[in-house]
């Protein structure tokens, strides 16, 4: 259960990112406040932090960091600061969620490692959060029964509607295909090998001179294949899929439609087993809207001329069933109130 | 944004929607706390509060109101008990989620009606989840555009696993029925003008003497018709699904994969344009569990060990396309800290 | 077996439907050819005979079944015909394939039904032709299995691009919901007792006057309750679809992807066990096609310079995999003759 | 139009393949009969051709191509059988449809190949089916439209439930992506240039020492890549699905509904625009259940009851919607004909 005395999060970066994250902590995360945000330009940082009672700015991560009543620290800063950041955060002893990439190269991710391994602890989280999608969760939980026998192959598609202007032929795979390379880690339980690169004749919607879309083929030690397109000026959308192969069945996840696994001379999937299952996701938003508009002293949703209506109708229901015929369903004027 | 003044709920009723609730207010809903509980069972009640620091039980709803702490009120008895229970929160000019039905009959509905009335402004919102469901709200702010025209028909089917054992004819619609009854109102934005129910002869798996499953036909004053099978024995899964029919083409919700339109000599439905709309839910749920772990003094999602080893491959996968061919990917020894 | 003697079948009615069937027999169907065909339009029935070996014309359908060389009658005039013509088939002691519907009213399809009935033998075959629907064939058979219990319910929705200028509101029925009528008692195995249709607020689409869509309920001897959306200006396409709720399942066609059922938990269907399943319809298009082509003194498929380039191919194929490299392909320069 | 003189075709080789074509010339095909069959096996051609009025059998090929009656060839014999085969049609200038695999190698096939140049004139079909199936030929119609733009990646999935006893590791290229190696080739317009093969751990279903799975990467003359997963123990059934990529958008058939198309931020499919497309197979599949049981003096499909039935309920659901009201059905007694 939640203690009332909330978490109190530092947040390094207010780029689009860290903006986003302050956003979710003060909005939608439960047990947890922003207490600072750090920024190299003040200016941003001032415009992320208003409004937010009692959230401090800082340029300097070190300082910011100093501060007792930070208890944890969210990096989301471009990947070169990284290192910086969770040395300093070490030294504070602070738990870090740090945006992904961890650094921007395996030289500078071991030393980070070596820093960790010399506090004798783990502190920090990386951002891959397809770990935490519910269709990635399903699939590996799946996996996890061994139900369809050991993973074989892993092919994955990976799309963006238009890759930025500041977009590079490397930033593929640094940026994008960082989260397939996690994702067959973390579904397989399995490390990296080997990679290979195939690069069609360019689309004609990749700005000139960037290799778009590319074909990456890895191997890993537990002996699977894994392939992923990588394509990011596809121009109808975003998109991401994941199916495994294994050696009784396969899972599919990102056709929009939950998991799709084929076995045993069938293909499709779960059915939810109770409205608990199927709408929690609505109930926490119910609650959570109701909290919102309630605490700006509104009321937003359905409300008591609806649960009247209803209740009348439901009468009229019950009576035609019970009587065998059609039943007309009667309602008082709706009052101005409601209009 | 989020003041740090967290909104105080008291909440009625600890029977499993209750407790629900009070489980979703402590640990997922963003700025609110569960300050009391009432319930005529104490020792319910003084489980369900056990764990929340602070949080306060009562037997008596009236009672638990008069707490200066109490901003809010969320109501999870039974249905019979809520037309009092809102009465005396309107007396304490409370704001209250009522969790359907508002009341169990349309005259005690008019009442509250009648008292909400006199109070000058509204204060309930009643509990009809499914207005938050994402499926739902897609449908609605698709009607809503006008793009498919005006809406003529809307087929809903309504399945439940199994009846509990205390599950009447009546409740088929009072219990059931009820959400599809709203949601026809607010998808179309019409009122109900009568009701004819259809009974099939029962399914072998509906108890003895119990009408299941039935087909239920409205309808609205804006001259559309809306039928609902209502199916609480239907022995494989809790399914809901709607489908709106519209002078310039169908929608349908509820198959497992978002909104699915026909169109214009098309069927299908729409991707998302980025990864923020993709994988928001994953970054929410991400910065939560890091929040709840954090707290517990725990790491628990992806680590500095899996930072470096995708920084290794992203490496590897850069060079592999740059010199075109196939590249290893080398790991130092994994340190224990990790294992 | 085939015999080599064709069955000579008369066609009477050279309209939309009939030309198709005549079409039908002469380039698709094994085993029969026309004769003759009848029209009262002599001039249409010559053109739709022009190009058929000895294919005769009439305009009396009574001296065409009088030739020795007619073995069967395929009756495809306007409904109204279609007594007078069963009869004379009758007389002559043919067998007939007669469009739906058989007459068109209930009365006449009585005299009809005598008549077959004194003659002592069924002569008549309904062009009810949703019953060799593979989809509509496979959803007959997983019934007829009883894994799904007992049939509850059956939805249909049968949606039309837009009415003809001669529709009328009752055609929506006769010519329409007639196939769901034939579906539901050949699916279900049940006579229909009881019919109500509801009538939402007209489409804009519908031509002036027209009551479209409507809504259609029934019931049946084995107390099933079936309803049916029909819908024929519903300006998107032609669609139908048809879900039968069984007591411990469903099972739904007509959304493009062959039958989908739910049972235990799971939503889903079969996968095709071989490949002659799979690609059965295209062995059988190929054949067809290479005949057709051949009688035309043509080859249009794919010819040697495809065998030989996919032999280069496999050939490079099965050295990249035994000696673990990247193999390139060489072929000879295309010959002329190939281009 | 179908000339009433039959192609005469000769089927060389009465294997599993061979018997399935001489029974869809005969039973399926309109415009062909099986004059002679040939095989090395004088009990199996008998036993094949046994029941076709006037079938030859012949064990020798050359002979039986010598017939007068024998207006072209269709090739079912292995594979090492085909160019000697292929080599006598040309001789007689017969036309052949050839059972893939044109020859089993490169050079043989070239042979082939030279000695149809000389000729002077194509005669050759080779049986690559899947250019025929419905989805396929959507793929490629769309492809050609160029309203997707160019091709970037093909990916394939080709998946069969278990190998027999007598497959090798080079058959998974030679007898399986044989096929993706000619669609390829086909929808993209494009020669193979090279071939790189990977190969997971075998799967444990796969015979000791079989390399399956295997993971097959394509490039093209036109700077596409095209990889397949050919997997022969899948052990769920036989799955084949292609996904093109293109500069605007992919295209997806083998999901069991259609092609699927993501474009301009929607994915989904066309709907049929009227009943003939959408029922054309079922009026093929009527029209010959009904000449079949004509021939064999039966009526099999629905009749007189089912027509004066259905006229009824027509009867009293139009009744049912101009008087507004539940309207019952009448029925006669149902005759013993018809029982």
New interface residues.
Partial sequence: ????D??G?LVIGTGRMGA??VR??????????VVAVVDVDPARAEQVAA????CRTYTDPVAAMASPDV??V?VASPGVAHEAALLAAFSHDL?V??E???????A???R??EA??RL???????????????E?LKLKSLLDTGRL??P??L?N?HR??ASPPWWT??M???DS??HE??VT??LLGQ???????????P???APEGL?D???????TD????V?V?I?VN???????RAEV?C????ARIG????M?V??????????????????E???????????????RGE????????????????????R??TEG?????E??ER?A??R
Avoid at 122 to 129: E, S, T, Y
Avoid at 213 to 219: A, H, L, N
Avoid at 299 to 318: H, K, Q, R, S
Wanted: proline share 4%.
């Fill in positions: 259960m939640k203690r009332h909330a978490l999060v986003d994250h979710r902590i003060e909005e939608v995360t439960s047990g947890a406040r409004g937010i009672d009692g208890d944890a969210l738990p969620l740090c992904k990439p961890l650094t921007p190269d395996a500078s991710a071991l980070v490692l960790e391994r004798g602890r783990r502190r920090v989280q990386v951002g891959f959060m397809r770990r935490y999608d519910a990635y026998g050991r074989l192959m092919h598609v963006n509607m032929s490397a593929h795979i640094n295909v960082v390379i996690d880690r973390w490390e990296i090998t080997a990679v290979t690169v195939l690069c069609p004749r689309s004609v919607n290799q879309p590319q074909f990456v083929v890895m191997e537990g002996g699977a294949i392939d397109e394509n596809c121009g109808f959308g975003y998109q991401v192969v050696e009784r069945g396969t056709d929009g439609r939950g799709v084929n076995s045993a001379g069938q293909w499709g999937g779960t059915i939810a087993q109770d409205f608990i299952e199927r709408f996701d609505a109930y926490d938003r119910e609650v959570q809207a109701w909290v919102d508009a309630t605490r009321v937003t949703g359905p409300g008591v001329w609806d649960g009247y209506a209803v209740a009348a109708v439901c009468e009229a229901g019950v035609a069933r015929r059609r039943v007309e369903v309602l008082v009052p109130l409601y």
